[in-house]
């Protein structure tokens, strides 16, 4: 490996919750202080209380703070730091952030803020994906204007569709479509949630394929290596939202897991991508086929999982590439070993509709022992804010093969007690023991198939 070619001393995390907790123990692994910005709503919380200087920059509400890219660039420069990370969420993907950091001479730890705008935006990425000769579910071939010009499209395609927001993300600016007579409405309220959510209210369309599962591959790049980490399985999910991920995923065969790890790096050296990122796919088990869904150019929630099978510190990785420092592993140097699944556990009452359950954590247990790891933020005494995502903790459970994964996942959810707020534990322990979770045979839509059972 190289020397350094933009050596750091200090990083700023431009985040909250375990993420940034997460982002400051691989700083203090590298060697780098770290100045942590924090809202009003989290003065007191456990990355304000490991940093090595911590700066407030605005009210709880996140517009007013976490979005503010100003007011974080301000911070880096009155700390001089020399480099911002911004973890997942907020400003990890804006490409104009990108681009001020860029301006100002502060490293953005992330990939370019050209590559951000050209892959963030979900009609752009699918144009570079065809071009690169990567498969696209069928859709429409740019961005649609209007209801009129999605019902066009969707007559094209055949129901049921998905409408999707180009600069969407976390289930926001979505929506299934099965028949005709609802696809105006559909169309108009995804607009609507998108200006909300990301000021860009343009739309694209899909074809919905049915009995599918989203699989992601991770990768690594430093504009000249590009690398693979294997997949991730996370068809469990509600509503969009992911609840549990596991690698290797249980539907994948050898051939059809190589052909996806070559087309994520393939299309990574299409756009010229330097960083962590994740290339999020469909597998069509009944086909045999899968498709590119898009990419995220950040670090995942989920990374945690691919670091337990490969042994590679992702995030830490990412800050050497943001130095300018090449990756010295090669394509042969990664390995899968065993198996992995993350349960994120969230403040959440699963049977009130998952309604979020902000409160203060009393008494405050995390299960240990071999193979078992927890990220979080949490502590006895800390109150959780209702401004926020309502993830508490990722609990990531490794075992030689799926079967001692998930059974010491279950241990770990037996061992864990989190008291003053409910949370999603119990729900997750029925799903993993779900006969159709334990066969490995979750599509996108069981989640949803799950609850509907239990409830009656």
């Not at 007011?71 to 907020?90: K, V």
């Not at 071939?141 to 999605?150: K, L, M």
């Not at 796919?281 to 099978?309: G, K, L, W």
Request: charge should be negative; charged fraction near 25%; hydrophobic fraction near 40%.
């Amino acid at each position: 490996m190289t020397g350094p070619t933009r050596p750091f001393r200090r990083v700023l995390v431009a985040n909250r919750g375990e993420i940034a907790v997460r982002i400051q123990r691989a700083c203090r692994e590298l060697g780098l202080e770290v100045v942590q910005v924090y809202s009003e709503a989290d003065r007191d919380s456990l990355a304000v209380q490991l940093a090595d200087h911590a700066v407030c920059i605005g009210p709880a509400r996140s517009a007013d703070s976490y979005l503010r890219g100003d007011l974080i660039l301000q911070a880096a420069r009155a700390f001089q730091a020399d480099a911002i990370h911004p973890g997942y969420g907020f400003l990890s993907e804006n490409a104009a952030f990108a681009a001020l950091c860029e301006r100002e001479g502060v490293i953005f730890i992330g990939p370019p803020s050209s590559v951000i705008a050209t892959m963030g935006d979900k009609a752009s990425a699918r144009a570079q994906a065809m071009a690169a000769g990567v498969p696209v579910t069928p859709g429409s071939s740019g961005i649609v204007e209007t209801a009129e010009a999605a019902l066009g499209v969707a007559s094209e395609l055949g129901y049921p569709v998905i409408l999707k927001a180009v600069a969407g993300g976390g289930g926001r600016g979505m929506r299934i479509v099965e028949r005709e007579a609802d696809l105006r409405g559909h169309f108009e309220a995804a607009v609507r949630e998108a200006i909300a959510a990301f000021g860009n209210g343009a739309m694209y369309v899909e074809k919905y394929l049915t009995n599918i599962r989203h699989v992601e591959i991770q990768v690594l790049s430093d504009g000249e290596t590009v690398l693979h980490l294997g997949e991730r399985d996370c068809s469990s999910q509600r509503r969009n939202q992911k609840l549990v991920e596991e690698s290797p995923s249980p539907g994948l065969s050898a051939p059809m897991r190589e052909a996806m790890g070559v087309a994520a790096v393939t299309l990574c050296r299409h756009v010229g991508y330097r960083s962590a990122g994740t290339i999020e796919c469909i597998h069509d088990p009944a086909q045999n086929r899968f498709y590119f869904m898009e990419m995220n150019t950040r670090v995942q929630v989920e990374h945690p999982v691919s670091e337990c099978v490969t042994g590679i510190d992702i995030v830490k990785e990412q800050i050497r590439i943001a130095q300018g420092i090449r990756l010295s592993l090669r394509q042969q140097d990664v390995v899968l070993r065993g198996h992995a699944i993350e349960c994120r556990i969230n403040a959440e009452a699963p049977d009130r509709n998952f309604a979020p359950c902000p409160g203060v954590i009393g008494d405050l247990r995390f299960p240990g022992g071999p193979g078992v790891r927890v990220d979080s933020h949490v502590f006895s005494g800390y109150r959780v804010p209702p401004n926020y995502d309502s993830l508490l903790a990722k609990l990531v459970c490794w075992g030689r093969d799926r079967d001692e994964a998930l059974a010491r996942m279950q241990r770990a959810l037996a061992e864990l007690r989190i008291d003053g707020v409910e949370t999603t534990a119990p729900f997750l322990a029925r799903l993993l023991a779900s006969d159709v979770f334990l066969r490995g045979e979750v599509d996108t839509r069981y989640v949803e198939r799950f609850i509907q059972e239990s409830i009656t």
